[in-house]
């Protein structure tokens, strides 16, 4: 089991850049793929970031790519998504999430947190 905690969510205007980390306890995450989804309101939810376990691959939605960078530190275990240049439509909920593999990860993780709200304004 792995229980996951979000942080760094908040408010920022277009063009500013915010941190998110996600905290693991439970197992080591180095056994895990690790990244983030998001939730806009009426949408559904969809991956933004991922991460393989020892964080040489990596998977960046279009969308943010070039302006969104994750990071992981196992020895801490947290990953972490440093989200620059960011735009109204970044605005939603941010969700980290884990499983055993990077392809897994992005079809259905089976770890999740509780989720960060993230909203830019205009």
């Known amino acids: 089991q792995v229980h996951l905690v979000e942080s760094g969510g908040g408010l920022v205007q277009t063009g500013g850049s915010l941190r998110l980390s996600c905290a693991a306890s439970?197992?080591?995450?180095?056994?895990?793929?690790m990244g983030w989804f998001r939730q806009a309101p009426g949408k559904d939810r969809e991956v933004v970031v991922g991460?393989?376990?020892?964080?040489?691959?990596?998977y960046y939605a279009d969308s943010v790519k070039g302006r969104f960078t994750i990071s992981r530190d196992n020895a801490k275990n947290t990953v972490n998504l440093q989200m620059n240049s960011l735009k109204p439509e970044d605005t939603a909920v941010y969700y980290c999430?884990?499983?055993?593999?990077?392809?897994?990860?992005?079809?259905?993780?089976?770890?999740w947190g509780q989720g960060t709200q993230v909203t830019v304004s205009s």
């Open positions: 991460i393989s376990g020892r964080g040489g691959i990596t």
């Open positions: 439970g197992r080591t995450i180095r056994e895990y793929a």
């Open positions: 999430a884990a499983d055993n593999s990077l392809a897994q990860f992005k079809s259905s993780p089976a770890y």
